[in-house]
């Protein structure tokens, strides 16, 4: 099992940036794909970006090309989403969430969650 913690939400004014991190505990981190994802009031759960296991590969939401950036550090059982040109649609709860089965982009694929972190973008 792995348990995850989310960190770095808070708000900001439209255009500018904010870096999530995602802390777990466990010492078989490095086995687990992670996925970020979001939640606005109203709406599903939607699909951020994903890094695998080794860092090896990447995958972004279209909505977050160009702007956020994923990454990991194995030593340190954490993972970053460093969210830059924010938009007041970014606004959201945003979890951090391990699968170990293969890289995925849906809630429903994914084991572990953390309890999110609250990100309010103002105009």
């Known amino acids: 099992q792995v348990q995850l913690v989310e960190s770095g939400g808070g708000l900001v004014q439209a255009g500018g940036s904010l870096r999530l991190s995602c802390a777990a505990s466990g010492r078989t981190f490095s086995s687990y794909h992670i996925g970020w994802f979001r939640q606005a009031p109203g709406k599903e759960r939607e699909f951020v970006a994903a890094i695998s296991r080794s860092a090896d590969y990447t995958n972004y939401a279209d909505s977050a090309k160009g702007r956020f950036t994923i990454s990991r550090d194995n030593a340190k059982n954490t993972v970053s989403l460093q969210m830059n040109s924010l938009k007041p649609e970014d606004t959201a709860v945003y979890y951090c969430?391990?699968?170990?089965?293969?890289?995925?982009?849906?809630?429903?694929?994914?084991?572990?969650w953390g309890r999110g972190t609250q990100v309010t973008v103002s105009p």
């Open positions: 969430a391990a699968t170990r089965a293969t890289m995925a982009f849906t809630p429903a694929e994914y084991s572990y």
